[in-house]
């Protein structure tokens, strides 16, 4: 199920082809692969997977922004993703199947190469960070671990007659 | 404006209570700083994008681009950084920079942070020095800093502390749920833990309220502005006197110097980008360590032709900040109450007096947990990603405390600021090139440091600890920068005298983090503060009423 979760995030296959991108930044096609990745990263179980929670528009706009300087890397990341997946099983990575998604992480993964980590780490980001940003959208991970949003802010849940100290 | 009778260059911390002295007694002030002024209203609780956690940049400048520096590793690599990259050793760039959206803690060095040779001796290879002044010259310029711009807390419970002369002007805040969890494990260990002194409200202070203890505090401006620094204290009282302008967006870029041998102003960058001088009877430099002696060391003049004040290659040494380590324990029930600022409790017991260790340095828990931030601390064997992780981020985010603290540096001269021979900012002025590391007998005393921290961990009910103490390989200057303008009273291994002057020229004065010889086992604002008020009485001391001339 994690292999498709990017569905309702992207255009997949099968819905009318645009010629031109609808993301800022990424093609079509590097927004599936970026998103297969990303719900590896983070998948969907109660709480959304990466790409469900908008990651993909938080990497695409910093992107176009101040990750501008890591275009290169991802461009070159994306191909060797599917260079794997298609020495896996023959198909790009946004097509293979959920299992084999998972391997081309792995495999990516154990190399610690630099794109992995940096995919990794901006994944992360897009889901835990702010909401302005385009990811963790209506803050869907900061509910998760427990924090309330918005935040309850004000006093109402302090004591202010006790003084810290002795 | 035309000719002033001062010009300050930075409207930080010192800068901002240097502007305030001097106009408020009676002298004419221009007061430059690079960035601008933002106010609560300005405050945008960015976790991506703030003054701590600037993956997606700093919230509160420098701008990633027109303004690189070079930093060299151990290993002599040298590289362009940007301002948001760690390895920058940023502070801030807009009226009261750090003090903006600082973590407020409050702390006074003890006596013997002044006197660490005396007390010490020189570890071999290391620039340790005592200062040519002591916690008595300061003591009455902390408690100045303590009631002007406003700190709460209580020192009552802490006997290693200085002598002063009287208690804080706030209490504390109400204690958080660390607190409750720290404070008598402390006590067992016959510790004695104390409330954090914080420059922030508690109770109603200086015409502003009190902290309503949102999530986030470190690194973020203060919605409601109870946090107190130099832009909401002194640099208002500052304009209020009607003597002082303060021109926001303008870099100074050269101290220029008469034919005398006295400096007759700076030449400036204005907000339209158009070059400028503003003339003026004294120059003080407040730019923050590494800021403040790339100035100088960009004022060349025929007199000085390496640089001002840098006759004896002093500028820009024992460039220092903090190496911070501690320890990470994680709890079988929540520790987190979401109360900001987070940080509550310390311990000072190991500031001083382990043998074998010159120093050692304040213990607290730490300020906040950005969820970004837990991503790589879940306990080791945590897959880093898939299921197990998402899984270990919902159930250790809420359950973790840190506690560490800013470790003694031992200072070496090899650590230190020059200017780069190639790389310009975006006004064609070299660029600070920042390389060597503190003294190895400080990662000694940071390991130390971290042992304490994980034994008050377990103490406290830490079912797992891991300790903090990874070497960086190169000077953690950064928010804590200090140094680079050493305080003495020769001129062949300082640069200002004991009245922040300095030695080759008697009108220009370096006042800030700058001329600190040690840095304390603490965060430093208070004592640049302390600093800033301390100089600022032996300058206008040595003002003749127009021009001057010590
Ligand atoms: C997120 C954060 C948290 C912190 N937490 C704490 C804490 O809890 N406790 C603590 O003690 N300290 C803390 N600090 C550090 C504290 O803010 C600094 O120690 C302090 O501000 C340094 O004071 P300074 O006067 O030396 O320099 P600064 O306050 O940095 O002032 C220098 C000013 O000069 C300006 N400037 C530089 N060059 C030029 C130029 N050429 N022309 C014009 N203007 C120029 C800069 O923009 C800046 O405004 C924190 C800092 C940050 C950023
Ligand atoms: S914790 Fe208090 S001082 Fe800090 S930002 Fe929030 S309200 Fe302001």
Known sequence: MAGTASAGAICVAGCSCRSSSRWEFLSDAQAETLAALADQIIPEDDFPSASQAGVIVYIDRQLMGPYRRHRDAYQAGFESADRISREFCGVALAQAPPPIRQEVTSALAEQRSDFFELAREHIMEGYYGSPRHGGNRDAVSWRMLGLEEPPLRGRAKYDLSKGAGS | ?550
């Open chain 2, 1 to 550: 404006m035309n000719r002033a009778n001062a010009v300050i260059v930075g409207a930080g911390a010192a800068g901002g209570i240097v502007a305030k002295e001097l106009s408020t007694a009676g002298l004419s002030v221009v007061l430059f700083e690079r960035g601008p002024w933002y106010t609560p209203a300005d405050c945008r609780k960015d976790d991506l994008r703030n003054q701590r956690t600037t993956v997606l940049g700093n919230a509160f400048g420098p701008e990633d681009r027109g303004f690189p520096r070079v930093v060299v590793d151990a290993g002599g690599v040298a590289r362009i950084v940007r301002p948001s990259d760690n390895a920058y050793q940023n502070n801030a760039a807009c009226v009261g920079v750090g003090t903006l959206s600082y973590g407020a803690q409050a702390w006074r060095y003890m006596p013997q942070d002044f006197r660490m040779k005396s007390v010490y001796g020189t570890p071999p290879g290391s620039s340790l020095e005592d200062w040519p002044i002591g916690y008595e010259d300061l003591e009455p310029f902390y408690d100045q800093a303590e009631y002007e711009i406003g700190i709460s807390g209580d020192y009552a419970p802490d006997p290693f502390h200085g002598p002063r002369r009287r208690g804080l002007p706030m209490p504390p805040l109400p204690p958080n749920r660390e607190w409750e969890i720290l404070e008598p494990a402390a006590r067992r260990l016959g510790l004695h833990p104390f409330a954090i002194p914080m420059l922030r409200n508690s109770v109603p202070y200086n015409d502003r309220g009190p902290c309503m203890r949102c999530r986030w505090c470190v690194g973020f401006a203060c919605e409601v502005d109870a946090k107190n620094g130099s832009q909401n204290t002194v640099i208002p009282q500052a304009l209020a006197t009607g003597n002082c302008r303060l021109r926001t967006r303008c870099t100074a870029m050269e101290i220029l110097m008469d034919e005398s041998g006295h400096a007759c102003g700076v030449e400036y960058i204005d907000e339209n980008g158009r070059r400028e001088r503003q003339l003026s009877d004294i120059v003080v430099v407040s730019a923050c360590a590494i800021e403040s002696a790339r100035l100088l060391l960009n004022s060349k003049s025929r007199l000085f032709p390496n640089g001002l004040g840098n006759r004896y290659d002093q500028v820009g040494r024992h460039l220092q900040g903090h190496y911070y380590t501690g320890a990470l324990g994680y709890f079988d029930r929540d520790t987190y109450d979401d109360i900001g600022p987070g940080a509550s409790i310390a311990v000072c017991d190991y500031n001083h007096g382990t043998p074998g260790l010159c120093g050692g340095g304040m213990l607290a828990n730490e300020f906040i947990r950005l969820p970004i931030h837990m991503i790589d601390r879940l306990p080791p064997g945590t897959p880093r990603w898939g299921h197990g992780h998402k899984q270990a981020m919902r159930e250790w985010h809420r359950r973790t405390i840190i506690v560490m603290g800013p470790t003694q540096q031992i200072p070496t001269a090899e650590a230190r600021v020059t200017l780069d021979p190639a790389v310009k900012d975006k006004w064609g002025a070299p660029v600070a090139r920042i390389q060597g590391n503190c003294h190895p007998h400080t990662f000694e005393i940071g390991t130390v440091q971290a042992q304490r921290a994980q034994t008050w961990l377990q103490e406290a009910g830490a079912i797992h600890t891991t300790l903090m103490n990874s070497r960086p390989q190169m000077i953690s200057a950064g928010q804590h920068q200090a140094g680079t303008c050493r305080m003495g009273t020769d001129p062949r291994n300082s640069v200002v005298n004991q009245s922040c002057q300095l030695h080759d020229v008697d009108n220009v004065f370096v006042i800030d983090g700058s001329v600190h010889v040690s840095n304390g086992g603490f965060n430093p604002a208070l004592t640049i503060m302390a600093i800033a008020y301390y100089a600022s009485g032996a300058l206008l001391r040595g003002w003749k009423g127009a021009r001057y001339r010590s």
